[in-house]
Nanobody, 122 residues
Framework: QVQLVESGGGLVQAGDSLRLSCAAS????????VGWFRQAPGKERELVAA????????YYADSVKGRFTASRDNANNTTYLQMNKLKPEDTAVYYC???????????????WGQGTQVTVSP
């Protein structure tokens, strides 16, 4: 089992940027894809970005396309989510998850981090 720890969340103003990190330990990413999910109060958890093991395939939700970028450094067992031009509606707890691509995109990943809070003020 891989252990995932997110970091980099915080309180920012609209238009600002943040970079989230997801560090893996234990079995590390083991060739798996990584997904970034978020859950706002009263809403379901949603997939906002995903990146394959090689980085050659990515997915972005329409709401974040052009603003968020997923990347990964497999040598250091870390993936990143660069978030630019943040909006108040991006406020949520952000989670990373690791598993095969199909399980990531269907939110059935076996390994999840504990989440990091992102709050965007108007």
């Amino acid at each position: 089992q891989v252990q995932l720890v997110e970091s980099g969340g915080g309180l920012v103003q609209a238009g600002d940027s943040l970079r989230l990190s997801c560090a893996a330990s234990g079995r590390t990413f083991s060739g798996n894809a990584v997904g970034w999910f978020r859950q706002a109060p009263g809403k379901e958890r949603e997939l906002v970005a995903a990146i394959s093991w090689s980085g050659g395939s990515t997915y972005y939700a329409d709401s974040v396309k052009g603003r968020f970028t997923a990347s990964r450094d497999n040598a250091n067992n870390t993936t990143y989510l660069q978030m630019n031009k943040l909006k108040p509606e991006d406020t949520a707890v952000y989670y990373c998850a690791s598993d095969r691509w199909a399980r990531i995109t269907t939110a059935r990943a076996n390994s999840w981090g504990q989440g990091t809070q992102v709050t965007v003020s108007p």
